[in-house]
C-alpha cells in the first residue's frame, strides 16, 4: 500500500486548506474501500497527534484541538481520503501525514498512531498570524 498526501503550503491565520491522500495497492487482499483511515500531525520534538479518524463505514471522529475546523472525509471510487482545515491557527503549522489500517472490521475507528500499519510521506503546513 501507497500513500501519497499533498495539498500542504503556507497560509495565513483564518485561512483554509484541503490536504489529499490517494491511496494505491492493496493488502491482504483489500483496496482503499477496505483501510481505516487517519491524519496526523507532527512538530518537531512532540509525538504525532491525531487530528482526523474516518473508518470504513464513514463515521468519522476529530479531537477537540481541531473539531470544529477540520473535517476529514473519504472518497472509495477515487481511493483518496481529504482533510478540509478551516479557520487555520498559527498552532495548526506541522507536517500532516494520512496514514492506512486494513480491517475487516466495518465500524473500526482507529485512533492510535500505533494501530496503523501505512503511512504517507507527510505534507507541510504552515500558518503565519
Known amino acids: 500500500v501507497q500513500l501519497q498526501a499533498s495539498g500542504g503550503g503556507w497560509v495565513q491565520a483564518g485561512d483554509s486548506l484541503r490536504l489529499s491522500c490517494a491511496a494505491s495497492g492493496r493488502a491482504n487482499g483489500r483496496t482503499f474501500s477496505g483501510f481505516g483511515m487517519g491524519w496526523f500531525r507532527q512538530t518537531p520534538g512532540k509525538e504525532r497527534e491525531l487530528v482526523g479518524v474516518i473508518g470504513r463505514s464513514g463515521n468519522i471522529y476529530h479531537p477537540d484541538s481541531v473539531g470544529g475546523r477540520f473535517i476529514v472525509s473519504r472518497d472509495n471510487a477515487k481511493n483518496t481520503v481529504y482533510l478540509q482545515m478551516n479557520s487555520l491557527k498559527p498552532a495548526d503549522t506541522a507536517i500532516y501525514y494520512c496514514?492506512?489500517?486494513?480491517?475487516?472490521?466495518?465500524?473500526?475507528?482507529?485512533?492510535?498512531?500505533?494501530?496503523?500499519?501505512?503511512w504517507g510521506q507527510g505534507t507541510l503546513v504552515t500558518v503565519s498570524s
Open positions: 496514514a492506512a489500517k486494513v480491517t475487516a472490521i466495518y465500524s473500526g475507528m482507529y485512533y492510535s498512531a500505533r494501530e496503523y500499519e501505512y
